[in-house]
């Protein structure tokens, strides 16, 4: 969790989707970070938004 985390702080919206992918894969267990998916739902980066959407599906319900 700690690199996707990281990812998420990112000054390079590519990372931070990247980041926002991983733990889409990760789904539940990524829920310590849940907050801050949701803090990228606000990016200024509409890949970075449409990233978190998806990662907090996934988080939320199980997995991709």
Known sequence: L?????????????????GLQGLATLGPKAA????????A???KDKGVREASAKALAAIEKGGR
């Open 2 to 18: 700690p690199v996707f985390e990281e990812a998420l702080g990112d000054k390079d919206p590519v990372v931070r989707v990247f």
């Open 32 to 39: 310590p970070l849940v907050e801050k998916v949701r803090r």
């Open 41 to 43: 739902a606000q990016d």
